[in-house]
């Protein structure tokens, strides 16, 4: 008390300083139990106008975490929703004017302040959760949203000025490419890379300047758990899952402890009732997940050999996380016919539809499994021009000449950065038929619209830039790659791409990243269908899911993104995008 009074009198009583001494020592209090006076600290310092808007979002985070742990249940759930808002909104418009990789390196910042709300309606389910649901609903994708709603505002924008910055943004992420694969000097090319990188972050700041200046849009939509329930479907139901840091709640807690966990809120488009579900600790679902994906990897590559062991694994870990994901909810599930669902973590790397059920699967049984990237996805969108037609691409010709190696038909998969430098990519010409056979498809049940087929030589980057944009689906069929953190400038979105043809002799102008996807204007495109290993795959980033292809193709204006999340076969592949769009086309 003798320091804080020294800090007043010398500071003021408003100083930062002093706040944060009044915080450092209500955390204290907080720990050694005497939550009477970490409450009256806490209030004094929120009570400080001058405080920082993210120092205000964390001071309420911590003072939930006290509140919880004190026995007021009821406050802290107030308060941790409170941290929530504050952050979000600060965040919405510093990330207006921010370049991508610096909007999800602040994004990673926020305070957790709805981590704390969401244990306690946990621990103490008499309690509304409702405000926790549509804070969290509000807070979901923030970085993907802006950036959507950036590209949107300068696709729209006729001015000469931004006409040229997207001229030169485009030039310097190629640039940025060609960096990334230049020379084999690791400390020289990660110059280069450096360079080449600051260059670009500097023209999309000065877009992100124009496209926030450009908006009527003074706030994010606020979308409400009324409106989701609205624009539910009849006979559906809404699952969105959420990877949180548990805290304790009702006891005094020395250590701090945060526990990495998940949950799930259930919403029915009948019903006010918000159901809650506490999933258990992260690890152990991680730990299901990464098995289940090592089965299927192992099938991918076996040739045949080993795959009754291979199912049977895959079923042992798939059945573990089911238990652990799906039939806690079973019982809200009634007779919906379908369940939407938005997942969180690395449950964004699950095929829900794969999981299994008796002798066969989910999706054989029960309700069709639809994926959203956030529950805002259901709020209606702007209209934009309606698009007609097909663009498909298939078998890209990646040399001229025949290059030994690998004769696997898997279409990519994920690979070292130094190795994709000097990556050769083998021909698929399964794609040639799957492409051929699409079209003959499109043209019977859907011949009023046009379609356009880019196979071969023709199956260049710089065709399906000029094409993608004027049709209203996409069909891609060949390599994808993702990429391990060492690449890109620590740029996420440069860590996967498509790849398309003479790609074994140039990268520069073959390579299609995730990034340039998100440039287009892919606004009006119904369906985006990546039809190559991984597509789904990505790197994890909280609150955002993967940072990858499905991601871009979003970004860019698809409204819905068909891909894989794990290493497909050529000709298996070919036979179920026949009864894909069979289904599709025949029924709509």
Known sequence: NRAIDMLSKLYGPDSLRLMQVNRNLAAL?????????AWKDYEFSLENKYEQMDAQASSHAQFAQSL?????????????????????EIFVLQARTLPERQALAYDATRAHGLDTSISVVLKHPDLSNVEIYQELIRSRALVADEMARRQRNLNANNDPET??????????RSDLLAAENSSPDKIARVDKVSAASGHMERIERELAERSAAARNDERIYLVTTEDLRHNLPAHSVLISYVEYRRHVVDAVDPAATE??????????????RIQAFDLGESKSIADSVAKARAAADAEAHGGGLGSTRNERVYREAALALRKRIWDPLRGELGDARLALVVPDGVLNLVPFSALPSGNGY?????????????????????????????????????????VAGDASRLRGASVPCEDFRSLQFHSLPGTGIEVADIAKSWHRWNGAEPSALLTGAEATRNRFIEQASQNRVLHVATHAFVLDRSCGNG?????SGLVFAGANASRDTAILTAQQIASLDLSGVDWAVLSACNTGNGELHDGE??????????????????????????????QFMHELY??????H
Not at 29 to 37: A, K, P
Not at 68 to 88: F, K
Not at 582 to 587: N, P
Request: no cysteine.
């Open 29 to 37: 209090y907080t720990r050694t139990g005497q939550f009477s006076l």
């Open 68 to 88: 919880a742990q004190g026995g007021n249940p009821q406050r802290a759930i107030e308060e941790g929703i409170t941290s929530a808002r504050i952050s979000r």
């Open 163 to 172: 006409a040229r910055l997207l001229a030169e943004m485009n030039q310097a």
């Open 259 to 272: 526990t990495p966990s998940y949950m799930a809120f259930v919403l029915h488009p009948d019903s006010s």
């Open 362 to 402: 989910l999706v054989e049984h029960g309700p069709v499994i639809h994926m959203l990237s956030s529950e805002r996805d259901l709020a209606p969108t702007e209209g934009g021009a309606k698009k007609t037609g097909l663009l498909a691409v298939g078998s890209p010709q990646f040399e001229l000449a025949a």
């Open 491 to 495: 740029n996420p979105l440069l860590h």
């Open 545 to 574: 899911g993967v940072l990858g292809l499905q991601r871009a193709f979003r970004v860019a204006g698809a409204r819905s993104v068909i891909m894989t999340l794990w290493p497909v076969d050529d000709n298996v592949t070919r």
């Open 582 to 587: 069979a289904e599709r086309l025949g029924r």
